[in-house]
């Protein structure tokens, strides 16, 4: 019992320092570097506050705070989008930490997805603080609704990173072109800049096959008292993410044992 205490904390101070190192990558000044990702996010919402106050769009949305409107569709894009970049791009079994006797893949992976979620949950804390201050008041009608959306995004967009790194060690240029088309498509089809509601049933299908745009969808019921999501499933992208997590889990296992150093000299 008492070694596998120590073997628990072991890991957990491994996990913290590579949490760190994760968030540091980026910058050499950690504090810098939070910043610099927390402006990123800040910036984007802007640029979609003013573009969609430019074109008067604003009664195409749903009413109610419009700011928490576009955040509601835009941290959980970033959530997802950052969640699937973190994890695909950990390295995997082909990974030169892996050396080192302490580093597991467990550890690269877990230390990906936390260093995503606490980037992102400073950020979306920032960018409510600055709203209700300077803007109006932020309410939402059912925060912990809200926050498990956000949750289901972030684990989501594990699963999907998890299985694209474990398939990545077998054609590893494939698995990088997928990444970027799914990641660039969810600008569109995430559905994070529309109501699924107010969709033309011949444009339905374009979105309802990605989870993000049910989690999104979902998010805004919980955000409004006036608006309920109709045409989408939220026990959809669950059941999806349980799904990618135990095939790319099988993948990864199953690469980790076979994998050669010269699979990475294919690419």
């Not at 101070?13 to 968030?23: A, C, E, R, S």
């Not at 996010?41 to 979609?48: E, H, K, M, S």
């Not at 474990?166 to 990641?183: D, F, G, K, R, V």
């Amino acid at each position: 019992m008492a070694k596998l205490l120590i073997g628990i904390l072991n890991f957990l101070i491994l996990l913290y320092y590579t949490i760190v190192k994760d968030i540091r990558q980026s910058d050499g000044n950690a504090l810098r570097g939070l910043v610099k990702e927390v402006m990123q996010t800040i910036i984007l919402v802007a640029v979609f506050y003013f573009m969609i106050n430019i074109l008067s769009l604003r009664g195409s949305v749903v009413r109610g705070n419009f700011v928490l409107f576009l955040i509601s569709g835009i941290f959980l894009y970033l959530t997802h989008i950052k969640a699937i970049g973190k994890i695909s791009g950990a390295g995997g079994t082909l990974n030169p930490m892996l050396k080192h006797a302490p580093v597991t893949t467990l550890l690269l992976i877990a230390s990906a997805a936390l260093s995503s979620l606490y980037i992102q949950l400073l950020s979306m804390g920032v960018v409510l603080l600055l709203t209700h201050t300077l803007i109006e008041p932020v309410v939402f009608y059912n925060f912990k609704g809200f926050m498990l959306c956000f949750f289901i995004a972030w684990l989501s967009g594990i699963s999907i990173g998890l299985l694209l790194l474990s398939l990545a060690p077998y054609a590893p240029t494939i698995i990088n072109l997928i990444t970027m088309i799914y990641q660039r498509s969810n600008m569109i089809f995430s559905g994070k800049m529309i109501l699924a509601s107010t969709l033309p049933g011949f444009m339905l299908p374009m979105f309802i096959w990605n989870p993000l745009f049910h989690t999104i969808d979902h998010a805004r019921g919980f955000v409004f008292v006036n608006y309920t999501a109709r045409v989408t499933n939220l026990l959809y992208p669950v059941v999806l993410t349980i799904i990618f997590l135990i095939i790319g889990m099988m993948f990864e296992h199953w690469a980790r044992k076979y994998v050669s150093e010269s699979w990475s000299k294919r690419q």
